[in-house]
């Protein structure tokens, strides 16, 4: 479990909203410029601090969607929770040149880098993709070839995050499969999965174990427990296998989209 | 930096709690129990499990499960406070307290990191896990502590930030100097103390 280190102090940044836009109903990816960015690894976050006119905060994590590469620019997509304290002010109230503070990058454990090579396999439910979205862009930035296979769980196609681009990657890009399951709803001829991450599943989708594929998991708490426990009973070692556990916990409300 | 800034549009929902004057700066409710750990939950036999004191001591010390239980319990209800900014009041658990486990090796160690399966491990002054501050449990609302939450037992150290309180521990090294540990070389404070949030390197 080795790891690089971090700078010495993390600090408060204002970064401009520079764009922004809708990628489902849900979320919204929204664009800063960060003039003191000093850059970040694909699967790093940050944290959010919102600040009223009467000095209340509230301070959340997001992850970077966007890839190094993109610095000092950042991306962030967030998926608006209804009763959610910032959710809502980030995907619904802030605009183009608004300011927003933060501070990171934040995290050196669930980290790809093009040159730690692979195969990799990215397993995403709902906004989960986030992080893995800033690897497969870090990936085609860095003109990597590294054989990659992204499972991606949503409830229904249209709360897919990233969907055209991830079809566009996957066509222009060799060595990058991507394989989609729809657990509420799918549309007619739909071709992908229609269930839940399952042992079955993850038998067709990853890596041979033989191959050492290093894998990211990132997704609600049940989702996340679940398909990792199915890859460490394939065979594949817990050290090789990187988890990112966020958005809600409601384990009844949630049930591992 | 930003001294003055405020965000445009943005009210803030929980101004007027109660609970607030039990809320470290930064944290809000949560009444869930979220998990977060950087891989797969280890699943460790109880037959094969043991914890251990090893290190600068005398005589390094091994408790096997059932020996374990062998030892006083306390009961221990106390407010928790994650770095990723939630906080849970009130958990209850039940477990060995660290005073009694270390009291069994004589040490001149002023330091210790937890050690746990899964390769995670985190530093500690000894002086922040003695004195009625910190347990080794294995029991979570009365019921066997569930895996994904650090079953069979965990550290707990309420007064600091979550990441102390290892997950699936096996044992503590004394230590003569501090090292530090997982999350604490990967950018988080080395102290991690919720009502100074000291949550990253230089808080
Ligand atoms: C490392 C990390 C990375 C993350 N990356 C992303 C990301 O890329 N994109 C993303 O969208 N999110 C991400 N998150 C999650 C994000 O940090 C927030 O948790 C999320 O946006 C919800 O925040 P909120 O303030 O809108 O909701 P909160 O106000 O925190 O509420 C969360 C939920 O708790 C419930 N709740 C809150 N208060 C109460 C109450 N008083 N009583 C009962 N129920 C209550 C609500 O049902 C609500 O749905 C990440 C989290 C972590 C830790």
């Known amino acids: ?257 | 930096m930003s001294e003055g800034f405020f965000s445009r549009g943005f009210h803030g929902r929980r101004r007027t709690s109660d609970l607030s004057e039990r809320l470290p700066p930064g944290q809000y409710l949560e009444r869930d129990f979220p998990v977060l750990s950087a891989g797969p939950t280890p699943q460790t036999p109880l037959a094969s499990w043991d914890f251990s004191i090893v290190g600068e001591v005398d005589q390094p010390k091994r408790w096997s499960w059932d020996a374990f239980h062998t030892l006083p319990r306390e009961t221990i209800t106390r407010d928790i406070h994650c770095v990723t900014k939630w906080s849970k009041l009130d958990t209850y658990w039940e477990g060995v307290s660290l005073d009694l486990l270390l009291a069994q090796v004589a040490t001149a160690a002023e330091y210790v990191i937890a050690f746990c399966d899964g390769g995670y491990t985190t530093n500690l002054p000894l002086e922040e896990v003695t004195g009625r501050k910190a347990w080794i449990v294995d029991t979570y609302e009365g019921e066997p502590l569930a895996s994904e939450h650090g079953g069979p037992a965990r550290l707990l150290i309420p007064h600091l930030y979550f990441w102390k309180s290892a997950k699936w521990v096996r044992g503590l090294r004394l230590l003569e100097k501090d090292e530090p540990g997982f999350w604490e070389s990967l950018g988080y404070n080395n102290h991690g103390d919720p009502w100074k949030e000291e949550r990253y390197w230089g808080d």
């Open chain 1, 1 to 257: 479990m080795e790891g690089r280190t971090l700078l010495g102090r993390l600090s408060w940044q204002l970064g401009e909203v520079v764009a922004t836009r809708p990628e489902t109903a849900r979320t919204k990816s929204i664009t800063l410029d960060l003039p003191g960015w000093t850059g970040h690894r694909a699967g790093q976050h940050v944290d959010v601090r919102l600040t009223a006119e009467d000095g209340y905060r509230a301070e959340r994590s997001y992850s970077i969607a966007s890839p190094p590469e993109e610095a000092p620019r950042v991306t962030l997509t967030v998926e608006r929770l209804d009763d959610g304290e910032v959710s809502p002010y980030l995907t619904e109230e802030l605009r183009v040149g608004d300011k927003l503070e933060l501070r990171g990058p934040i995290g050196g454990y669930f980290v790809w880098e093009a040159e730690i090579g692979g195969p990799l396999l990215l397993v995403a439910g709902g906004s989960g993709i986030v992080p893995l979205m800033a690897m497969l862009r870090h990936r085609d930035a860095a003109a990597g070839t590294v054989a990659t296979r992204l499972l991606y769980s949503s409830r229904a196609l249209e709360e897919m995050i990233y969907r055209d681009e991830l079809n566009r990657r996957m066509k222009s890009s060799a060595m990058l499969e991507v394989l989609q399951t729809l657990t509420r709803a799918q549309p007619p001829g739909w071709t992908g999965y229609s269930r839940r991450i399952d042992l079955q599943m993850l038998r067709e989708v990853a890596w041979p174990v033989e191959q050492r594929p290093l894998t990211f998991i990132c997704g609600p708490t049940p989702f996340v427990e679940t398909a990792a426990a199915i890859l460490v009973k394939l065979g594949h070692e817990p050290a090789r296998l990187k988890t990112e556990r966020f958005g809600p916990t409601g384990e009844k409300k949630h049930d591992g989209e």
